[in-house]
């Protein structure tokens, strides 16, 4: 299993917004509507940002939106402050009931 | 509120075992509705799920393709905890290590171990 493509690096002026694509194949992305996003700052434990592709867990701001079409999932940070700077990763369920994660993108915050 | 608490040596020689182990406390790891997974992180390799338990009426263990053949998780119910091992390391296998509740989402993390695989 090769890891879900996504942009190595995004960048963007505080409060505009940015997207970050996650390409997989129908194997995964495609076949399942289970997709996370996850928020890395250095240091310290993932943070789970959008659950089933466009679902947000409790206390994640509404800045934050998913959304999946086909093989590819996207993640939406709209009005960008300084604070998101951070790293993103994808994460799909995928067949033989495994989870696939992608490569991570660098989010920097002009 | 769920915690999970990670436990285990941050230096690990060539050709050993890794072992790790995860307490649970505010949930069970016997739980006919939570998994329990182990995932990685690498500046090489990012983030890398390894594998899960879970309890439904028996015990089920699956386990990513990349490392299959050198890991196992286990459950240890009467300390409410579970654990990775994982054979015959190598440098490659230096990551930041992280228990985790969830099958396909991860929600609730460990407090993630810094294992090095050196001699």
């Known amino acids: 299993q090769s890891a879900l493509t996504q942009p190595a690096s995004v960048s963007g002026s505080p409060g505009q917004s940015i997207t970050i694509s996650c390409t997989g194949t129908s194997s995964d992305v495609g076949s399942y509507n289970l997709v996370s996003w996850y928020q890395l700052h250095p240091g310290k434990a993932p943070k789970l940002m959008i659950y089933e592709a466009s679902k947000r867990p409790s206390g994640i701001s509404n800045r934050f939106s998913g959304s999946k079409s086909g093989n590819t999932a996207s993640l939406t940070i709209s009005g960008l402050q300084a604070e998101d700077e951070a790293d993103y990763y994808c994460c799909s369920y995928a067949v033989s009931s495994t989870v696939i994660f992608g490569g991570g993108t660098k989010l920097t915050v002009l | 509120q769920v915690q999970l608490q990670q436990s285990g040596p941050g230096l690990v020689k060539p050709s050993q075992t890794l072992s790790l182990t995860c307490a649970i406390s505010g949930d069970s790891v016997s739980s006919n509705s939570t998994v329990w997974s182990w995932i990685r992180q690498s500046p090489s390799r990012g983030l890398e799920w390894l594998g899960r338990?879970?309890?439904?009426?028996?015990?089920?263990?699956d386990y990513a393709v990349s490392v299959k053949s050198r890991i196992t998780i286990n459950p240890d119910t009467s300390k409410n905890q579970f654990s990775l091992q994982l054979n015959s390391v190598t440098p490659e296998d230096t990551a930041v290590y992280y228990c985790a509740r969830g099958n396909y989402a991860f929600a609730i993390w460990g407090q993630g171990t810094m294992v090095m695989v050196s001699s």
């Open positions: 338990t879970y309890y439904r009426s028996k015990w089920y263990n």
